[in-house]
């Protein structure tokens, strides 16, 4: 039995591409195998360690949670679009850099599209809340600290 | 070095540009495989049915044991024997004739894709004949049923050490106590599992193999036999690797194996990456142990004897060994001197999946042992639980401590420095210990329940036997620098780049380092035992040292001066006192190399009719060509960082939940080469051991089910768990045993956690903490128990 394949139109980081897959094809795996953008990563594939978040329509999904085909029409941004227009990196990481928020990187672009969003909606965060807005991502190797910081630092330089 | 330099290799992976295993040949057209993994713990195989695999569209082989020949059907290799292990076993590439945990590998599938990989296996058909399974240590000791059936009582090894007698030092001790405690399975758990990607490259007749794994060398060695393929033959490559913590340590994997079977035997780049339940239930797991303690004491709560016996599970397979438990057994002395010790182990088959080093490998059970034993004394004693500490130990002048029993390297446990009054001191100051009961009678006053708990150790880290560095200064003056063992997130290129600028005297961004490549860097060991800075750092300062000697005869030559009077700045060899007279070190790097032919405007410098003396050969007798260093580090035996932990916890009165106060740490791991890394190292670790002291466990029922394989149902910590904020305090005692004075710090941070939990909460509650992890429902069940 041969796969009935989809034709999808995926808008990611201002691009525009077309691809062909099967129904069942995840957007995760889309993003990785067809359209070759690997630095969103998979953890766990049930939608729980985050580290596959990307930002559709601006707000945080997990790409392990959503059907390629179910993206059509969305603009999706992945950790490759998260630098500025100039290739300089944005404040989120810029702040990861800073805060030493990263150690072997796997969980980090889950965090980063998690944290550009959560400072969209509050540029100021209490400690509190900055603490809150990366509750739901699981990392195995900082223990958080640093990743607390780079939130309340990339705050601050958004705000400069 | 001790400078906090930002990370190098952040910039690959903030921009979504690093490349872990899963992103390699994501550009080629490559097949994807998938494993059918045992769903019973203890079966015998009567059949498999492969037939309706191949009809399926997109399935390109199925391989299963039958399939395997030469050296790839015999066991897998038993990495590290030991003659106390008598009953070693290690399974199959793929399961032969029985099944001894839920996971083991039963088929290989290579498909167009995983999707499809998967359907296949679904239609694979194995019957199976039923074995009892045999779970946890009280089933392993009973010995009802059998893991295997050539494993007398489930014993695959029984080790025994003494020093002194500490059988009758007890029985002559003014005070005795007797101790029983249980820990449970926790595991390494990275965010990125593991998987392997080969090509078989028929023009060059050669395997090239990425894997996630601690030591590449290692795969490669095991590839190359098990394939029969020559060493040279093969190239492993570690690429990025999302963390390990241990458990990619253990190679070859089936799938490492398998992997490379089908690149070769298809043509096709082949890649494995396994999904989150794989990794639960295949890889590998640690911590569980059974222990009981006898100790004999002074008045002052003074060690006489102590006398440990504990059983170790090992799960289904012992390819790792005995490393864990004789770490335990070993490391369990902490700072301390036990004047007579005896300890013996088991280490015990189950139906379970193996055991292997998972961060801390083994300490964080040795250090519960021997905490609640220093806990238990001054309990009994009514002493203040840090004075007992402090008259067990080993005293600054008395180093090189001697502890008279052979380590996991099989060397002397002998402790080359420390400083464990200070470091005591330093942590009561950091967490408030003499003020502690003030603040305990203020949040009871209140009607809170605090308790504060204290728990040290001492961690015999970079271990042997060796590694190597090779620093090369290639003519553009950039420095190329490779070692051999792997990075999971430790920041090598940075800390390994600022050694290399320290002793070059070169700009630390000219400095590029590679690891875990064995086309670099061919003998290498791995990283593990918080060895890599110890071992590559040292083994890099002196490859370092070489090629700075070569580069400053070279210059001395070019500019006429004596090398004594040259000094090198950001990569300008000059003469110190006038500054002029210099020349880059890239210029050196094109005059180290006597050419032939020129290819550029500097390389005409080097060519025959422009340098060197015709009376003598262009390359002297004892001289390479090239501008490079190349040397190797290996210590006759591991040096013992150290450090103490505390922490406040408050428990509800009603639902017994547990909140963290404050948390602090000293850490003592000689010079610092880079604080901030050597921070987040123990700010990771002290996570972990949140996680394995409060929520993590291998949840297995009685038929060997993991119920809780997935990160829905095994509780790891999110942020909302770890504290906000550690306080951490360093003491920095060199190692005399390595240039540098550094010690490892990797597996710091987990060490004492359950130790010091179990005493915060005991110190809270009243209640004697004797199993870990501790849940809040547990801690009710407790308090109904002994109300």
Known sequence: MTEELLDVRLSVNGHTHEIRVPARRLLSDALRHDLKLTGTHVGCEHGVCGACTILVDGAPMRSCLMFAVSAEGSEITTVEG????????GHVQQAFVECHGLQCGFCTPGFLTTITAGLRDNPTPTHEEARDMIAGNLCRCTGYQNIVKAVERAAELGAS | MGQKVQRVEDQRFLRGLGRYVDDVAVEQDVLHAAVLRSPHAHARIIDIDVDEVLDLEGVHAVYTYDDLVGPMAEPLPLLIPHPALTHGRTQWALAKDEVNYVGEAIAFVVADDRYIAEDAVGRIRVSYEFLPPVVGVDAARAAKHLVHDDVPGNVGARLEQNVGDAITAIAQAPHRLELDLTIERSACMPMEGRGTVARWDPDLNRLQLWTSTQSSTGVRAAVAVKMELDLGQVDVITPDVGGGFGVKINHPWPEELLVPLAARALGRT?????????HFISSAHERGQVQHIEVGFDDDGRLQGLNVEFWHDHGAFTPYGLIVPIITSTQLLGPYKPQNYRVVFESLYTNTVMVTPYRGAGRPQGCYAMERTMD????????????VRAVNFIQPDEFPYDQGLIFQDGRELEYDSGDYPTSLEKIKALVGWDEFPAFKAEMAAEGRQVGIGLACYVEGTGVGPYEGAHVHIETSGKVKVATGLTTQGQGHATVFAQLVADELGVKFEDVEVVTGDTRRMPYAVGTFASRAAVMSGSAIHLAAKRAKEKALKIAAEALEADEKDLQIVDGVVSVKGSPGTSIDLGTVSVLSNPLRYAFDEASKAATQFSVGDPGKPPVAEDEEPGLEGRDFYSPERATFASGMHAVIVETDPETAEITILKYAVVH??????????????????????????????????????????SFMDFLMPYVTEIPDGIDIDHLETPSPLNPLGIKGAG???????????????????????TAMPISPSELFTLRLENS
């Open chain 1, 82 to 89: 998260l630098a500025n227009p100039d290739g300089s990196l």
């Open chain 2, 270 to 278: 082949v890649k494995f990456t396994e999904d989150r339940r794989e």
């Open chain 2, 376 to 387: 238990a004394i001054a309990k009994y004693l009514g002493k203040d639980r840090a004075d």
């Open chain 2, 668 to 709: 003592d791991c000689g010079h610092l080469i880079n604080p901030m890394i050597v921070e987040g190292q123990i700010h990771g670790g002290v996570a972990q051991g949140v996680g394995g002291a409060l929520y993590e466990r291998m949840a297995y029922d009685e038929s060997g089910q993991l119920l809780n394989a």
């Open chain 2, 747 to 769: 597996e710091a941070g987990v060490i004492p956690s359950a130790a010091v939990f179990a005493a915060a909460i005991e110190d809270a509650e009243g209640i004697a903490i």
